[in-house]
């Protein structure tokens, strides 16, 4: 009878994670369908049929496989990284607050943006500039906070936690500053660091793709280990958890995730807050089905965010993350009040 | 029944910096044993037995759980051999008391995903000796604490190790259950394993280990059989006057403090 239960379990939850891989399908219809030119679902199916390079005059096709295949993409990609990381940091630290910038991912990657920017660097070096800077701000950021919580081997998740908090905070002193001498790129630098997807092109999703889905691999593998973390460490240790090797895996392998496409994008808020939450009161906290089905939950979010945030107000295109902003934040605010009443 | 040794310490010393909190402590437990640790609090208990866990490190001295060196184990292979129970342990996240106790079977796992038959029947079986079936869809952040407690000893059952370390196992449970569990843990001895507990009540010890340690300021003071427990074991290590009366119905042997006539440090030995 035992077993027959956890079986009905898993049909429920296999259930739930078919029925959210067919909303994305739909979103990604969707995403690629509507925006300043509409495209019919027959023109989306016939352009994936005919295949990317045909030379051609026709506006749809294009606009399909220049832009909106890619952009469509790298939202799934980049909403789906976040959840997942989000899910790793909340478990990590146990704490629901947790979100894949709580190492300094964000801040470090907008100030190695903002330098490329205030230097004009873009403009010397190319494209890839911003981006490569942002991956290593984003990686120089994380690695001080991890150096500054460990000590002979072992790192104090605490003070990962206010590291991290610290360090985000001095660098947007920082950026504050840059913004202060560099008036004239005040722009600039506030529309990258609101995030947006504009930039996408298929070089762009073929660049964060191995990372994110290395990062997000690496993750998914240490699902039962931080299903241990719940009940803290030491009992994490007592279950036979290598504890210090799991936490380095997991901050690595989560700040490669998202810093892989906050470089190009820039950070895009709430994402990683809130859909590990959603994921959670649906299905359970068991990390093994809570991290696919955030990469479901958070890809699709992410698609109809930057679908609303091009289309709301036509022409301008407003930063995504401000549309995450504006729909998570009350979201957010009404799980807090859902939980509080104790409705779990 | 000779087992051999379930755990053995040997000149073992633990501290930070140059306070240590267990001095120089050797201290041998047979296989099949059910001990017991008793003392004041901030005695050095719940290090002992984190030590022996490997969780913390010895200053110095050697630590041997079923005849291996415990602290250069690989984990999983440690967490098959030994486990260490805290007194109160809350998960953040709302696991459902069957996932709870399974996670036991990580040490086990092939998988990253699925759970093996064995996985499940050693889950059930666990969840059926503690009398948790009834909970298995209730996620622990809603038990009671006793329920709770109950819910990590199937856990560490499911586990399925060679010794067992229990930090106060019977503190949140009612009369009832911390009988139930004292026989559980006695049967687990007679099965084989090896039980090394803290316990608060020491009449509890007395009924039911065959072993009692006592500690006090990080030294080990005694070593003895429950049939040689005296008052003045009791007098020097927790400082109370006591009687030791025997119930003529079953001939058990308890411990009875005088209440307001407390012995003030020193003043021992009068």
Known sequence: MGIDQIRNLRQRKYLFLAAVAALSLISIFLGLSLGSVSVSVSDILSALFEGPGKDTEDIAYTILWTLRFPRVLLAFIEGASLGVAGAAMQGLFRNPM???????????????????????????????????????????????????????????????????????????????????????????????????LGRTSWKVVGAALPYAALGTGVL?????????????????????????TVKRRILWASSIATASCVAFTGPIGFIGLIVPHIVRILLGPDHRWLMPASALVGGNSLILADLLARTIVPPLEIPVGVITSLFGAPFFLYLLARTRKGGM | MDYGLGISLTNLSFGYGHSLTLKDIDLEVPRGTFAALLGPNGAGKSTLLKTISGYLRPKKGKVLVCERPVHSLKDKERSRLVTYLAPESKSSFDFSVEEVVIMGRLPYSQSIFSHSPDDVYFAEKAMQITQIEHLRHRPVTSLSSGEQQRVQIARAIC????????????????MLFELEIMELVTRLAQEGRTVFAILHDVNLALRFASRLYFMKDGVLTHSLEPSDLSSDVIREV????????????????????????TVKPGACGK
Do not use: C
Request: net charge negative.
């Open chain 1, 98 to 196: 947790a979100d894949p910038y709580v190492l300094g991912v964000s801040s470090g990657a907008s100030l190695g943006a903002v330098l490329g920017i205030v230097f004009g660097l873009g403009r010397v070096l190319g494209l890839w500039a911003l981006p490569v800077l942002a991956f290593a701000g984003a990686f120089i950021s994380t690695g001080i906070v991890y150096l500054l919580s460990t000590k002979s081997g072992r790192t104090d998740t605490w003070t990962l936690l206010l590291a991290g908090i610290a360090v985000s905070s001095l660098i947007s002193s920082i950026i504050a500053f840059l913004m202060v001498l560099f008036r004239q790129r005040v722009e600039e630098i506030v529309f990258w660091t609101m995030g947006g």
């Open chain 2, 238 to 261: 927790y400082g109370v006057n006591a009687r030791i009366v025997e119930d003529p119905a079953s001939g058990a042997r308890f411990v009875l403090p005088y209440a307001g006539n």
């Open chain 2, 159 to 174: 586990q399925d190790p060679q010794v067992f370390l229990l930090d106060e196992p019977t503190t949140h449970l009612d």
């Open chain 1, 220 to 244: 998914w593998f240490q699902s039962r280990s931080l299903n241990a973390f719940s009940f803290g460490e030491e009992a994490a240790f007592h279950m036979g958890v290598s504890v210090e």
